[in-house]
């Protein structure tokens, strides 16, 4: 994995600060960028505290006392694993966010740091989507009940400054990818999935590796070592519950993507689609512009990424 270098040096010096998700995929990573830019880190997972249980939650915040919260806990998964489970998707990660909000709050939180997605957006929203067109539509597709969860969120962010003057900052980050993300085929991203098929499929010679749906969909990859450089920033610089789009502003489609993968893992086959399966959103890709005023812009090009992502699962799968 990439050396990870301090953001805003001085703010996090003397703050601790709370990660939940702490030992997931994006949460190990914000952790790690967070200790490197001098917060006392204290990384949150699902065997630590029941975050669906207010009590707990109460709990762990009062015995940390952090200074700064970030909310990077969730219930997620692929397009499969929202078909499956629209209603626990919703509930868990509304509520969890929730307690997190009220109970940060009580106990004097300075900054809540809220991680959202781009899942938020309407299906019709003009390209590339911009923070302004949030409301004009229901949350796209399969991952429309996750999408809805985080609306509220939002919602509760922007409520809680008002009334509480609580200070938060909301961030959508546009599709995860990079080393330590999760490769099981029934709840991975899609780049993740495509890195174990086509890496397999090199191992083992297959001729064909299909994929599901036609491979024309368009989405932004971000690499999770910008996100946690996102994170650490906004903690820092950013004082606004508005949520800001967290990207890199490049569309990719899924074809392009597969190619991607499969010239980095090696794999010289066919790749075919299986049309019968869903595509999701047709397109989706981000104006990424208003995380400039907090200092951020992704750095790390899409096939570098690919390429570091395929070496760390041949490494540790």
Request: charged letters at 20%.
């Amino acid at each position: 994995m990439r050396e990870l270098t301090p953001v805003d040096p001085g703010f996090y010096d003397g703050r601790k600060v709370l990660v939940t998700g702490g030992t997931g995929f994006l949460g190990a990573r914000t952790a790690g960028q967070l200790e490197a830019s001098g917060a006392d880190v204290v990384a949150i997972g699902s065997r630590d505290h029941d975050l669906t249980e207010q009590a707990a939650v109460r709990e762990m915040l009062a015995t940390h006392r952090p200074s700064v919260v970030v909310h990077a806990a969730g219930a997620i998964g692929g397009i499969g694993a929202n078909v499956a489970n629209p209603g626990r998707f919703l509930y868990v990660n509304a509520l969890m966010g929730l307690m997190m909000l009220e109970e940060a709050r009580k106990v004097g939180v300075e900054k809540f740091v809220l991680i959202s997605t781009t899942c938020t957006y309407p299906n019709a929203a003009p390209l590339p989507m911009r923070e302004e067109s949030l409301w004009d539509g229901r949350p796209a597709g399969a991952t429309g009940p996750y999408g809805v969860a985080k609306r509220m969120l939002h919602e509760a962010a922007a409520g809680y400054l008002e009334q509480y003057r609580f200070r938060s900052a909301t961030l959508m980050l546009s599709n995860l990818y990079g080393p330590g993300d999760h490769f099981d085929e029934a709840t991975s991203h899609v780049l993740a999935a495509l890195v174990r098929r086509f890496v397999e499929a090199a191992e083992t010679g297959a001729s064909t590796v299909t994929n599901w749906g036609t491979g024309s969909p368009t989405r932004e990859f971000l690499h999770v070592d910008d996100a946690a450089k996102a994170i650490a920033l906004a903690g820092a610089r950013h004082d606004d519950p508005a949520p800001v789009n967290v990207g890199t502003g490049i569309e990719t489609s899924i074809k392009q993507l597969a190619e991607m993968v499969a010239e980095s893992a090696g794999y010289t086959g066919s790749i075919e689609w299986d049309t019968t399966k869903p595509d999701g959103q047709a397109r989706r890709f981000l104006d990424v512009e208003k995380a400039r005023s907090f200092g951020f812009a992704a750095s790390i090009p899409l096939a570098e990424g690919i390429a570091e992502t395929v070496d760390w699962y041949r490494a540790n799968r």
